[in-house]
């Protein structure tokens, strides 16, 4: 039987890149949803094995829904990380030069991220936002005039040339997305050949405060400090139940097998009024549309 995996849909999003990137295909039947909520429901519901969830872009910072389903969601985890470098393109519905376009459809993150070459290079198109990129490739398709700013995986969903290409520049643009599903077993070096391994995973948790005081946070990251533990990032978000009540996403460097990790986790679970290990995985860098048409992954060194 397939694992099912459940993407945010429509076909032609990143996060459908992502997926049919990682996945060979032979295993697993990929299923778009439309809400990121959906796809935590459905692994909740056991209506999928694993759904992929976008975390954080590079440029426009973290997805909050996600952070705050994790969360709420105690029975699900984090079993992977995919790390995608978001690549713009410039479709049209036959090649044309640019300056003879005269309107521009896509989301309004995908125009943000090319707004430097649309201005240099194409000043004269209008810019009309869209709900998503793949609806953007969808219009003009159908319209068969104008250009839609998305992936190379559109071109080959909607039949669209590709007329430019680079369009985000020399920024660092990629998108994080973690692979959740509800199982609980967390990632052991010694399933992996090479000693190397653990430093290639990212332990994540999720904490509140027992009380709100001034220096609560410097205890609590005092414990990762003193052991020198890497921390890769650190976010608050209100926990919806009291006004001024947060919560801390925190990854961490490490796999949950390390001795300075383990100790550092059990003190801070000691001072928090809420604890929870999200998962403790690999992170998996994905290849650029450039480097390869949907190739094999590599793992991060």
Do not use: W
């Not at 199982?183 to 010694?190: E, I, R």
């Not at 992996?192 to 290639?200: C, M, P």
Request: proline residues 4%.
């Amino acid at each position: 039987m397939k694992k099912k995996c459940a993407y945010l849909g429509p076909p032609g999003t990143f996060s459908e890149l992502a997926v049919i990137n990682y996945c060979t295909g032979k295993d697993e039947e990929i299923i778009p949803y439309d809400s990121i909520r959906e796809l935590v429901e459905a692994v909740n519901k056991n209506e999928v094995d694993i759904a992929l969830l976008p975390l954080e872009n590079s440029l426009e910072g973290s997805v909050n829904i996600s952070l705050d389903l994790l969360f709420e969601n105690e029975g699900v985890e984090i079993l992977k990380e995919l790390v995608l470098p978001i690549e713009h393109f410039l479709l049209t519905p036959e090649k044309k030069s640019i300056t003879e376009i005269k309107t521009v459809y896509s989301h309004p993150q995908a125009i943000a991220q090319s707004e430097k070459f649309l201005s240099s290079k194409m000043p004269q198109a209008k810019l009309l936002s869209t709900e998503s990129t793949a609806a953007a490739a969808k219009k003009v398709a159908e319209d068969k005039k104008g250009a839609a700013i998305g992936s190379f995986r559109l071109a080959e969903i909607y039949d669209l040339e590709i007329t430019a290409s680079n369009l985000e520049g020399e920024l660092p643009n990629t998108t994080r997305f973690v692979i959740i599903g509800r199982s609980k077993k967390f990632v052991s070096s010694q399933n992996n050949t090479d000693a190397g391994q653990k430093k290639r995973c990212k332990t994540s948790i999720i904490c509140t405060p027992k009380k709100n005081r001034a220096g609560v946070l410097h205890d609590i990251l005092g414990e990762f400090a003193r052991r020198e533990i890497d921390l890769s990032r650190i976010e608050s978000r209100p926990t919806r139940k009291k006004l001024g009540e947060y919560m801390f996403y925190i990854d961490l460097a490490g796999n949950l097998e390390d001795k300075n990790l383990k100790k550092s986790l059990k003190e801070v679970e000691k001072k928090s009024g809420y604890f929870r290990i999200l998962g403790s995985y690999q992170v998996v860098k994905l290849l650029s549309q450039k480097e390869k048409k949907l190739k094999k992954t590599e793992v991060l060194q």
